[in-house]
């Protein structure tokens, strides 16, 4: 089973909401990672865990947050988010988090703040 | 960072062409993969291919780690293969993108 899983797939919010996207794994992984793709753009990484520790963020806002509970789910906790914040969140996984590795990607959550 | 160039920005076939996408890296790298992203967002996996030359179907690729290049190949396109293909590649434990090739194939 290759597969990564995220939910919801799409998602409107307010600025003053607070919203959790949510991303599954179940290949035995131990690195698990969010990026944030605006349209017409590459994917631009967020976060990484590796081994449910945050070994990653890329100066990204305190209004995104994230959690990883277990090894095989990675939640992004959204607050007062602005609009230029729309985009696709892509989750994916890898083995361990080292360089060498193929990397697996879930289907995005489309984000729509007004 | 690495810069992470892809070439051409855009490219229109007809069905059944052929074409040769282009990823050039500025720096060494432990990894690098071909993606192709739907129009629904999906990044599927085409390729993990560090160094030398794989083939699956349709699809090649070639890289050539020393040059710092990478190849992909699309035989007898099909409408399905259009989208947007990304090559992303390892440097010191960060993955980065580069812009894409958006591929539209014209029945």
């Known amino acids: 089973d290759t597969e990564v899983t995220q939910t919801p797939k799409h998602l409107v919010m307010g600025m003053t909401n607070k919203k959790s996207l949510k991303c599954e794994q179940h290949?035995?992984?131990?690195?698990m990672y969010w990026y944030k793709q605006k349209a017409k753009k590459p994917p631009e990484l967020m976060f990484v865990?590796?081994?449910?520790?945050?070994?990653i963020n890329e100066s990204v806002p305190s209004r995104f947050s994230p959690e990883c509970p277990n090894s095989s789910l990675l939640n992004l906790h959204l607050h007062a988010l602005q609009p230029e914040d729309s985009a696709l969140y892509l989750c994916?996984?890898?083995?361990?988090?080292?360089?060498?590795?193929?990397?697996?990607f879930g289907p995005g959550t489309r984000l729509l703040v007004l | 960072g690495i810069q992470v160039e892809q070439s051409p920005p855009d490219l229109i076939l007809q069905e059944g062409a052929n074409s040769t996408l282009r990823c050039n890296f500025s720096d060494s790298v432990n990894n690098l993969q071909w993606f192709h992203q739907n129009p629904w967002g999906q990044l599927i996996n085409l390729f993990y291919i560090p160094s030398g030359t794989k083939q699956n179907g349709r699809l090649s690729a070639t890289t050539v780690a020393t040059e710092r290049y990478s190849l992909l190949y699309i035989s007898s396109s099909q409408t399905t293969d259009s989208g947007v293909y990304f090559c992303?590649?390892?440097?010191?434990?960060?993955?980065?993108f580069g812009s894409g090739t958006k591929l539209n194939v014209k029945p």
């Open positions: 865990y590796s081994y449910e520790k945050l070994s």
């Open positions: 290949m035995g992984h131990r690195a």
């Open positions: 994916a996984s890898s083995q361990e988090g080292g360089p060498a590795e193929t990397q697996y």
């Open positions: 992303a590649v390892s440097h010191f434990n960060k993955f980065y």
